[in-house]
């Protein structure tokens, strides 16, 4: 099966990790992460193979020298251009941008085969049209589709299938404003979000990340202990939250007033305590 796309999306402001790369070889650093793109997406759409041998014949066919390109491509994925983890696991190239864009560009396709082990987000809960190689999951999907129901009711499979999918796409925004405001996500950090987004509200956790940034608490401890807190009090919209935050300042302005003595790390623990 093709899996490629014609084209691919560029923006006109890069980022700041294509930006560095730039920076550090010159326009050859930007070409070639530009023609690793057009590898990617020309050929298995959301990923390719990156070994010895396809980096000789890239850099023969790029007119570089292969240890040129093999310290670009290494620089591109200790930036966080390419995955860390799926390049030292399975030797390729692939991000989550990258597979973003393509399962966006190929989602009016009948079908895209796929495989698990390459995946950065669970692309079969977004998008019907995907199929993961060796399971039967659209098959699936059409025998829950077809199942008897009542009248102006859904099955329970459709409910949990919906269920699945809204909190996958929760998830997929969640995991964009971590890595615009944080840092990239790891397959460890990933697990805690996705498990944060079946018990909590996108909207709690989207605002921890806030509240993480403006305490320059940049790490993803920090958050977890305010969705932990927050969520051992009961707190499942964003109202109660402020509700509990304005009554936390309430207190501990007049505790501050009553000690001048108390620090800025005495209050802090005591809001991590309070809530």
Known sequence: MNNSIPYFPLDVHLDDKIELIEAEFGLKGFAVVVKLFQKIYGGQGYYCEWTKDVSLLFSKQTGLGYNDVSEIVSAAVRRGIFDKTLFDKYS?????????????????????????????????????????????????????????????????????????????????????????????????????????????????????????????????????????????????TMSEVTDSNRAFKSQSEFEFNDDKNLSYDDLEKMMMNSM
Not at 96 to 103: C, H, I
Not at 219 to 236: C, M, Q, R, S, T
């Open 92 to 236: 390729i190239l692939t991000s989550r941008g990258v597979q973003k864009r393509y399962f966006e560009a190929v989602s009016r396709r009948k079908k895209v085969e796929v495989k698990r082990e390459y995946l950065l987000f669970n692309v079969d809960q977004i998008y019907k049209n995907v199929c993961i190689l060796g399971e039967d999951v659209n098959i699936s999907r059409e025998n829950a589709s077809i199942l008897k129901q009542s009248k102006g009711k859904k099955s329970k499979v459709e409910k949990r299938t919906e269920e699945d999918s809204n909190t996958a796409m929760v998830l997929e925004k969640i995991i964009d404003v971590y890595e615009k405001n944080i840092a990239p996500v790891t397959p460890i950090i990933y697990e805690g979000l996705n498990n944060w987004c079946k018990c909590i509200s996108g909207e709690i956790i989207e605002w921890a990340i806030g509240e993480a940034v403006r305490n320059n608490k940049g790490n993803y401890k920090y958050i977890d202990a305010i969705l932990k807190n927050h969520h051992n009090a009961g707190h499942k």
